[in-house]
């Protein structure tokens, strides 16, 4: 094997050691104490096996013997790719903002963790490795999410967090068990139960506990309460990846584990069902939320519906085409989002007369997400356009690019009025520069990839695709201005939206336990005798009921 065939295998491995090296090295103090500053290097080999593998140069590392196996296509190289990048620039934010606060090297440690998972599942080709890196992604990013230790928020919402994610990581357990034993041939590589799984007998409970598990990850309403409290909270660094990075590990799940070359109507229907359900209800809270923050996580919930719809028709029509379509819409939402939760950080520290170069990079971004001709939302909706289709379903994709028009325009609304009224410097350079290149990246990187998802950009330069990809965002500022006007009539839904109402409910019932605890404290008190005079006369009344 020559250098340049050992060039891709390597890569793969790389992507995965780095980072792992690096958490090693956080055994030594001196070097755990320097480690924020290595954060923008741990990427690096995912970004370049990336690189080579987005030309069509599918890269394999297969090691039976050590039960390792990884791959890389083409959708996973786009997704890998991005997230790498974000990733990347993210960690040079994480360095300035990490630097002199406690519980920095902690961070760290927890940031390459979740790190090596946002980028293994994108290269994991069997079941155990793929559960082992999703549950890196997922797990380790509680210490991101309650970095603060003081702050109750961020303590409330790693908890709920963690209860979401062990519920997911059970429910794809269960879901892979189940692909493992409908594969006849004792296979766990990925391709192989798949290609088992139309015709297994565990298909139903294979498809079911999966794709909960990764609709959990998504969040897909109903589970999405965690999102918006655990983006809310977190820092701004950890809040930029996890929003546009770790939760595409739900999406290449679903990529993965779909069956695209069946046609399942029903489960597709499902799904898209549920997509847009969730689409339209992200537009609907997300409005009524004053935090930019939050504003984000709910168009989070919002796109990650659309994303679903898309792979719910891509399973109902048996389309193997609709992975590269949906992963090139996934890439531009990791772009678009992670940078945009680095504006919030940016305008933070940014006193209202300097603000209109961060605005207007971030309206750019933010009506990128609703479509706005020129930016990568743009090619994306041109990317799904065809499996979505000219019916209703293609009505409804864009009837929610008009929501989340409205939606983004509310988000700048909020993010001037955060903005520090009194005068001070800009913002430190560590955080304004890597918010800046990645808000160039976000426009520019998806009209590079845009060909190798099997686009040609002449199409969205045409006038029809201009109008189709304008009208829109034109539609949603015009009701933004009504908003506005109607803004304070708006209900209050706290951040959760649901997770509260539940919170509510679980203390309603502690009154129910209390009285099951005083009254068995009142039967304790009675002798035996008594006790058993009345069972005897329970068992007496019930006979001569019954009988």
């Not at 690189?51 to 791959?71: E, H, K, V, Y």
């Not at 565990?202 to 965690?226: Q, Y």
């Not at 913002?427 to 845009?450: E, H, I, K």
Request: charged residues 10%; proline residues 6%; contains cysteine.
């Amino acid at each position: 094997m020559n250098g340049a065939d050992m060039l891709g295998p390597g890569l793969l491995v790389a992507t995965l050691a780095t980072p792992l090296v690096l958490v090693l090295a956080c055994l030594w103090r001196r070097l755990r104490d320097s480690m924020p500053a290595l954060l923008v290097l741990a990427p690096l080999p995912g970004l370049a096996a990336a690189i080579l593998a987005i030309g069509g140069t599918s890269l394999a590392f297969d090691q039976p013997q050590l039960g390792i196996s990884l791959a890389l296509d083409v959708p996973g190289a786009i997704l890998l790719g991005v997230a790498a990048l974000l990733w990347s620039g993210a960690g040079v934010y994480a360095f300035t903002d990490l630097r002199d606060k406690a519980n920095s090297a902690r961070f760290a440690v927890c940031w390459l963790l979740t790190l090596t998972g946002s980028l293994g599942v994108f290269i994991a080709a069997d079941l155990l490795g793929f559960y082992l890196v999703f549950a890196l992604v997922s797990l380790p990013a509680y210490g991101l999410i309650v970095h603060d230790d003081d702050d109750a928020a961020a303590q409330r919402a790693g908890g709920i967090y963690m209860a979401f994610t062990v519920l997911g990581e059970a429910f794809l357990l269960m879901g892979f068990v189940a692909l493992a034993a409908g594969e006849p041939n004792g296979s766990v590589q990925i391709r192989d139960v798949v290609a088992a799984l139309p015709q297994s007998p565990w298909r139903d409970a294979a498809l079911g506990f999966t794709v909960a598990g990764f609709a959990l990850k998504i969040g897909t309403v109903p589970a999405h309460g965690w999102m918006p409290l655990t983006y809310t909270a977190a820092p701004i660094p950890a809040a930029s990846v996890l929003s546009g990075a770790a939760v595409k590990a739900g999406v290449i799940g679903l990529i993965r584990f779909l069956p695209f070359d069946t046609a399942m109507p029903g489960v597709g229907e499902t799904l898209v069902t549920l997509g847009f359900f969730s689409a339209f209800y992200g537009v609907a809270v997300g409005i009524t939320q004053a935090n930019p923050r939050t504003v984000l996580a709910y168009s989070s919930i919002s796109q990650m519906g659309v994303i679903a719809a898309v792979l719910g028709m891509g399973v109902a029509a048996g389309d193997q085409g609709v992975a590269l379509d949906t992963a090139f819409y996934a890439a531009t939402h990791v772009l678009a989002k992670g940078t945009l939760f680095l504006a919030v950080g940016v305008v933070a520290l940014t006193s209202a007369r300097r603000l209109r170069p961060t605005l207007l990079l971030a309206a750019v971004l933010a009506l990128g997400l609703g479509g706005l001709p020129l930016t990568g939302g743009a090619l994306a909706k041109l990317a799904v356009k065809e499996p979505l289709g000219d019916g209703f379903v293609g009505l409804l994709a864009n009837l929610s690019a008009v929501g989340t028009s409205l939606l983004m325009l509310h988000f700048l609304q909020c993010l001037m009025r955060s903005a520090p009224p009194s005068e001070q410097p800009a913002a430190p350079a560590g955080l304004a520069l890597p918010w800046q290149v990645m808000a160039v990246a976000s426009v520019a990187v998806p009209w590079l990839l845009y060909p190798f998802a099997g686009g040609d950009l002449a199409d969205a330069l045409t006038p029809g695709a201009l109008f189709d990809a304008l009208w829109p965002v034109l539609v949603g500022a015009a009701l933004a201005l009504v908003l506005r006007r109607w803004e304070h009539r708006l209900p209050q839904i706290p951040a959760g939206d649901i997770v509260g109402t539940a919170e509510t409910a679980f203390r309603a019932s502690y009154v129910v336990g209390g009285a099951f605890d005083r009254a068995d404290s009142a039967l304790r008190q009675w002798p035996a005798a008594g006790l058993s005079l009345l069972a005897i006369a329970v068992v007496l009344g019930a006979a001569a009921l019954f009988g």
